[in-house]
């Protein structure tokens, strides 16, 4: 009898799964800076997001029980590098959800490649069986959560970043926040 850790009656557990890009070492200082930069602990309070957290997620997945993780890295695989090229994603743009208290920065411009890598992703997770909601994508980089902000600040000057690649992570809960672990990474074509 296999261990199980839910009703479900399938082997191991399962993990938090979600496709996303991130930063290289520069764009994550230069990302991370900005809290500081625009002061948006003082203006907004919350809780700004680590360094090393901040990413900017493509689909998320949810749970995926371990025999299943190989299928979505196949799925990963069948996305063709050759039609998906790099791209430079400029950062321009802060921004504030109500709703769920979080302060973001985004690309005023979304690049048509984003576009469609995300929707190249989403149908082939989609396609082999992987439900996902049905959301309009909204490119965003989060900064800060359990924010609230009475005004926002601007970005004095854009941040530039290359996007070569695209991974999958597995997301936890720990008692100091989210700990992000890369389980895949795929190149995008063309550099
Ligand atoms: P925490 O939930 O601990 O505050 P988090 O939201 O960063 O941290 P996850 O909930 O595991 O960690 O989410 C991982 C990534 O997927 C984040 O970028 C999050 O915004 C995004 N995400 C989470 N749930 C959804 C969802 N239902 N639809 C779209 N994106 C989601
Ligand atoms: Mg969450």
Same mark, same amino acid.
């Given at each position: 009898?296999?261990?199980?850790?839910?009703?479900?009656?399938?082997?191991?557990?399962?993990?938090?799964?979600?496709?996303?890009?991130?930063?290289?070492?520069?764009?994550?200082?230069?990302?991370?800076?900005?809290?500081?930069?625009?002061?948006?602990?003082?203006?907004?309070?919350?809780?700004?997001?680590?360094?090393?957290?901040?990413?900017?997620?493509?689909?998320?997945?949810?749970?995926?029980? =371990?025999?299943?993780? %190989?299928?979505?890295?196949?799925? /990963?695989?069948? #996305?063709?590098?050759?039609? @998906?090229?790099?791209?430079?994603?400029?950062?321009?743009?802060?921004?504030?959800?109500?709703?769920?208290?979080?302060?973001?920065?985004?690309?005023?411009?979304?690049?048509?490649?984003?576009?469609?890598?995300?929707?190249?992703?989403?149908?082939?997770?989609?396609?082999?069986?992987?439900?996902?909601?049905?959301?309009?994508?909204?490119?965003?980089?989060?900064?800060?959560?359990?924010?609230?902000? =009475?005004?926002?600040? %601007?970005?004095?000057?854009?941040? /530039?970043?290359? #996007?070569?690649?695209?991974? @999958?992570?597995?997301?936890?809960?720990?008692?100091?926040?989210?700990?992000?672990?890369?389980?895949?990474?795929?190149?995008?074509?063309?550099?």
């Amino acid at each position: 009898m296999p261990i199980t850790e839910d009703n479900t009656g399938r082997a191991g557990r399962a993990h938090r799964i979600f496709f996303a890009i991130w930063p290289d070492n520069d764009t994550q200082k230069q990302l991370a800076g900005l809290t500081k930069q625009l002061r948006l602990e003082s203006l907004c309070s919350g809780r700004k997001i680590k360094a090393e957290n901040i990413h900017l997620t493509l689909v998320f997945v949810g749970k995926v029980y =371990p025999d299943r993780l %190989e299928v979505l890295r196949d799925v /990963a695989d069948s #996305v063709k590098q050759s039609v @998906l090229p790099a791209f430079d994603l400029v950062i321009d743009e802060v921004r504030y959800w109500k709703h769920n208290h979080i302060v973001y920065i985004a690309p005023g411009k979304v690049p048509h490649e984003l576009v469609n890598l995300e929707g190249a992703l989403r149908d082939a997770i989609s396609t082999a069986g992987f439900p996902l909601e049905q959301r309009a994508y909204a490119p965003h980089i989060t900064l800060m959560r359990n924010a609230f902000c =009475p005004a926002l600040p %601007e970005l004095a000057k854009p941040i /530039a970043w290359r #996007v070569r690649e695209w991974m @999958l992570v597995k997301s936890e809960q720990a008692t100091n926040g989210s700990v992000y672990t890369p389980i895949g990474c795929w190149p995008l074509g063309g550099f």
